[in-house]
């Protein structure tokens, strides 16, 4: 801890006398090319990001400012003071923070090898930016790492996208625990989260918290997105509502294992963290491998919760969805789930269609049943091939009789699903 307190206090020294566009690493002084401020924008919010430490962190995140209201000034109002028996010279909150930052929190990248590969610290060493997107490039050579985070603000809403991408450049391999899509820094002003919750049938609930000292994390461990562990969060002061207050929405893009974290450290500054939740040994990197994460989208709404969906409605529908509302009125289907159960019969089924036609029904779904030994909900789900003995003919006459009647034909199945008392199941155990 003294030498710590010593080599912090030779960089707080010589930090007053020279010039702003020094940087220091590992006590070592030189002058460095790089922008020390990236700034995207929209009309909808300004994102800005310091880049005078060793890595680059977001000071600014929220309504669009003017020119009037420059980086450096954000830089210093983000000045803190210097808290008591704490590092003279704070760890900042950088996209990616590690152990070689000397931060305490939760790391955004946490690596063994065979030395002290767990201990990284990176370098900023390029800076790529254009309109909407810029990529930080890092690098520590003496553990032969490569540190990439992307990240994209969109043209017309206030959605950013982060993604990190750590690199083996060395020549032993790297066991991969965790690397986070961004951690942020939540403004001073937010004091509550709000979490979804639930289960089948029950599904997004909400839930309020208040920040509390210490982490609020939850990870899912199903190998697939859950009811009870969404990916996302909201973030928010005391008062905002549906259509009053600033808000900052969090998702993670990844039906996969996955962690978020909202922690509130000891000094006073609290953050957000999302990545992919990885099993021990579940990643190896070897000589000239890369793990990507999934990507991380955030939000910003200036008028409620109802503003902030609006974003995210809008991003999706122009950067998702691969088709537009105008593009064709939703059908009215019928389903025959209610009707029939697991009990099929084509007779029946085509008698159905004949019933439900004549009131405006536009698209008929085939519902559960159909498929090779689906009698009840213990068998089946695997095995997605017609039950001939039910339909010894195949599908072919339903399908036809209902086109027929003027309607489209629909059917269902679970493909993320699987029976033990399945072909597939005992095929495949």
């Keep these: 801890?003294?030498?710590?307190?010593?080599?912090?206090?030779?960089?707080?020294?010589?930090?007053?006398?020279?010039?702003?566009?020094?940087?220091?690493?590992?006590?070592?002084?030189?002058?460095?090319?790089?922008?020390?401020?990236?700034?995207?924008?929209?009309?909808?919010?300004?994102?800005?990001?310091?880049?005078?430490?060793?890595?680059?962190?977001?000071?600014?995140?929220?309504?669009?400012?003017?020119?009037?209201?420059?980086?450096?000034?954000?830089?210093v109002l983000n000045t803190r003071q210097e808290a008591k028996c704490a590092p003279v010279i704070e760890p900042p909150i950088t996209l990616v923070p590690t152990h070689g930052e000397g931060w305490t929190g939760q790391p955004g990248l946490e690596v063994s090898g065979d030395a002290d590969q767990w201990s990284a610290g990176f370098n900023l060493v390029e800076i790529n930016q254009d309109a909407q997107s810029v990529a930080f490039i890092a690098e520590d050579a003496h553990r032969g790492m490569r540190l990439i985070t992307n990240v994209e603000l969109d043209t017309a809403t206030s959605v950013v996208k982060y993604v990190s991408r750590v690199e083996n450049t060395g020549s032993s391999a790297l066991h991969l625990n965790y690397l986070n899509a961004a951690s942020l820094p939540l403004p001073t002003t937010v004091s509550k989260i709000k979490t979804f919750e639930g289960r089948w049938s029950a599904e997004f609930q909400t839930k309020d918290h208040d920040l509390?000292?210490?982490?609020?994390?939850?990870?899912?461990?199903?190998?697939?997105?859950?009811?009870?562990?969404?990916?996302?969060?909201?973030?928010?002061?005391?008062?905002?509502?549906?259509?009053?207050?600033?808000?900052?929405?969090?998702?993670?893009?990844?039906?996969?294992?996955?962690?978020?974290?909202?922690?509130?450290?000891?000094?006073?500054?609290?953050?957000?963290?999302?990545?992919?939740?990885?099993?021990?040994?579940?990643?190896?990197l070897d000589a000239g491998d890369s793990y990507t994460s999934p990507v991380l989208y955030t939000g910003?709404?200036?008028?409620?919760?109802?503003?902030?969906?609006?974003?995210?409605?809008?991003?999706?529908?122009?950067?998702?969805?691969?088709?537009?509302?105008?593009?064709?009125?939703?059908?009215?289907?019928?389903?025959?789930?209610?009707?029939?159960?697991?009990?099929?019969?084509?007779?029946?089924?085509?008698?159905?269609?004949?019933?439900?036609?004549?009131?405006?029904?536009?698209?008929?779904?085939?519902?559960?049943?159909?498929?090779?030994?689906?009698?009840?909900?213990?068998?089946?789900l695997g095995d997605w091939f017609v039950d001939e003995a039910i339909y010894p003919e195949g599908l072919d006459g339903l399908i036809d009789h209902v086109t027929g009647l003027g309607m489209e034909f629909g059917i269902w199945f679970e493909p993320e699903m699987v029976n033990p008392d399945s072909d597939l199941y005992r095929a495949h155990p």
């Design 1 to 75: 801890m003294r030498n710590y307190a010593v080599k912090s206090h030779y960089l707080r020294c010589k930090k007053i006398v020279s010039p702003p566009n020094l940087r220091f690493i590992n006590a070592e002084v030189f002058m460095s090319s790089l922008s020390q401020f990236v700034r995207l924008s929209n009309e909808k919010v300004t994102l800005i990001f310091d880049c005078q430490g060793r890595m680059p962190k977001v000071i600014y995140y929220g309504a669009p400012l003017s020119d009037s209201t420059t980086p450096e000034m954000l830089s």
């Design 212 to 284: 509390f000292f210490g982490s609020y994390v939850r990870e899912n461990r199903r190998g697939k997105t859950s009811h009870d562990t969404f990916p996302g969060l909201i973030a928010f002061p005391d008062g905002t509502g549906e259509l009053n207050g600033e808000c900052f929405g969090y998702h993670l893009g990844a039906s996969a294992n996955h962690k978020l974290r909202a922690e509130l450290m000891a000094d006073g500054r609290s953050y957000v963290q999302f990545g992919e939740l990885l099993f021990p040994g579940e990643v190896v």
């Design 300 to 380: 910003y709404g200036c008028e409620g919760f109802s503003s902030l969906s609006q974003q995210f409605h809008n991003f999706i529908r122009s950067n998702v969805l691969n088709h537009s509302a105008e593009s064709k009125p939703r059908p009215v289907h019928y389903n025959t789930w209610e009707g029939i159960y697991f009990d099929h019969n084509e007779d029946e089924l085509k008698a159905l269609a004949d019933k439900v036609a004549p009131l405006g029904i536009e698209r008929f779904v085939l519902d559960d049943g159909w498929f090779k030994g689906r009698r009840n909900d213990k068998a089946g």
